[in-house]
């Protein structure tokens, strides 16, 4: 049973897949993390970098965005400044969000997709689905596509269109060559930047997840955004049913989904064999990482390690559609001695693959055993739109010792040796305080020799160590500040 969970109560939207009774899938949609994927907007050529043979352009956003050259229609391999120059305007669509650390990618090919079709105004080119492996079939329609094209036009014809007429793909093809139209004289008569069609996500997205999986149920918990779904013509030719969630409890908390999204984003998930896996995000890559963990089989070694290593390809590929993660993934599975199991675990992934709605790629073992992944990314991961660096730790999920903040406090009060000042006045947390004075405060007594000052203590409460000077002074001054440490 496949079943659809919408929320749109309040400003976060969100949408969850369930499939026989597990999570799939997470989409929240966030004002601030909205993803502009298909968005169309009328730029201004902000810088144009031939060294990279593309250019920003500039579309109303904090960050200019980025266009290569082979993004450009009938491009011809020419160089970026052969083709558009700074101040240029054009008529671009978003293909990729941006990032913390990278600008969102665009194309001048701007697409249009349909049910049947997906409409490219300057595209060029006619393509058929593959999934349509009937070559007189495809001869057929593909002469009927060239009979009806504009120039210039482009068309990809869905593996829906073989099973339509060609009224109704023709219809569908004049509606959404009608909208591109009213975006060009949009845009030619106001000024850029300006975003000139914009999707709706939450919307599109549930459309497309109702596509995928064919059948279910859909719970929402408003009527109005129910009903609207209800009117869709794609939600009546469909085999899903719409139910109106009426209690008071949350949508996502009635059916169990909060604490399922809170697990998504921690770095541990335990496998039902009493294994697990590590998930920790890079700036170039996400890694996962397969422990034994609390399973030590039934049998032998090596049958212990291969159903870990099962169980952690499923969870792993689970976890990648939950978390929406993508880019450069690499997996750390357990080392395997045969070839045969390498092989198993690998057409695993490779089954696993074919259930995500993102392309995927199953790249292989690296020659040290290391599983390469490819997942293409359209939009922000679940950990990006719920989550901010840590201010602490600055991301790196990891904080100084306290033995740390001492040593850096002891070097800092050594800068202090030459001052005329009395006594020192320091801030430290416990941990530090008692690293920082040693056992039985045998270094401090050292210390304050060495320096030829005493050292008087503010100790504050953090949830991580600290050690820091504050001022050096006279010593009544700053006794009634801290706590001083009398000699034993």
């Known amino acids: 049973m496949n079943t659809l969970i919408v929320s749109v109560k309040g400003r976060e939207k969100r949408l969850a897949v369930i499939k026989n009774g597990l999570a799939d899938q997470f989409h929240i949609f966030q004002p601030s993390h909205t993803s502009r994927v298909g968005f169309i907007y009328y730029g201004i050529v902000s810088k144009v970098e031939k060294g990279m043979n593309a250019c920003f352009v500039n579309i109303g956003l904090k960050q200019n965005a980025y266009l290569h050259r082979n993004d450009l229609p009938n491009h011809q391999n020419k160089p ?47 393509a058929l689905s593959k999934k349509v492996e009937d070559e ?11 009979d009806h094209k504009q120039e210039k036009e482009g068309v990809i014809l869905r593996t829906a269109a073989f099973h339509s007429s060609k009224e109704a793909l023709l219809a569908e093809w004049k509606w959404l060559r009608a909208e591109h139209e009213k975006i060009i004289k949009r845009a030619m008569g106001t000024g850029a930047p300006v975003l000139l069609m914009e999707k709706q996500q939450l919307k599109e997205e549930l459309f497309v997840q109702m596509t995928a999986l064919g059948q279910g149920e859909l719970i929402c918990d408003e009527l109005e955004f129910l009903s609207t779904i209800k009117q869709d013509f794609r939600f009546k030719k469909s085999n899903w049913t719409a139910v109106f969630h009426s209690n008071d409890e949350d949508v996502f908390a009635g059916y169990g989904l909060e604490e399922a999204a809170e697990v998504s984003l921690k770095r541990r998930i335990w496998l039902p064999s009493g294994g697990f ?18 399973f030590t089989g039934k049998s032998n070694q090596q049958q212990t390690v291969l159903l870990t290593n099962k169980e952690a390809a499923a969870e792993s590929a689970r976890q990648l559609r939950l978390r929406d993660i993508s880019g450069i993934i690499l997996i750390d599975f357990i080392d395997m001695v045969s070839a045969a199991d390498q092989q198993e675990i690998e057409n695993q992934l490779i089954q696993a693959a074919k259930k995500d709605a993102k392309q995927i790629s199953i790249r292989g073992f690296t020659s040290l055993g290391l599983m390469q992944i490819t997942r293409k990314k359209t939009k922000p991961s679940l950990i990006e739109t719920l989550t901010v660096p840590c201010h602490t730790c600055q991301g790196t999920g990891r904080v100084i010792s ?39 405060n045998e270094y401090h007594e050292k210390l304050e020799k060495w320096l030829h000052k005493k050292i008087v203590y503010r100790v504050i409460q953090e949830n991580v160590p600290i050690g820091r000077f504050v001022r050096g002074g006279a010593y009544e001054e700053l006794a009634a500040k801290g706590t001083v440490i009398k000699r034993s």
């Open 80 to 126: 970026i400044n052969e083709l558009v120059h700074q101040g240029q305007k054009l008529i671009v669509q978003v293909t990729k969000d941006g990032s913390e650390m990278k600008a969102p990618r665009l194309t001048a090919m701007i697409e249009w997709p349909g049910e049947l079709l997906v409409y490219l105004p300057l595209g060029g080119y006619t």
């Open 136 to 146: 007189k079939k495809r001869r057929e329609w593909m002469k009927w596509v060239e």
């Open 277 to 294: 896996i590590v998930i920790d995000r890079t700036e170039a890559m996400t890694v996962i990482d397969v422990n034994t963990g609390k």
């Open 402 to 440: 306290a033995e740390t903040a001492a040593f850096q406090l002891e070097r800092k009060l050594f800068e202090w040796e030459r001052d005329a000042s009395e006594a020192v006045l320091v801030e430290v947390t416990p941990d530090v305080l008692a690293a920082f004075a040693g056992e039985k």
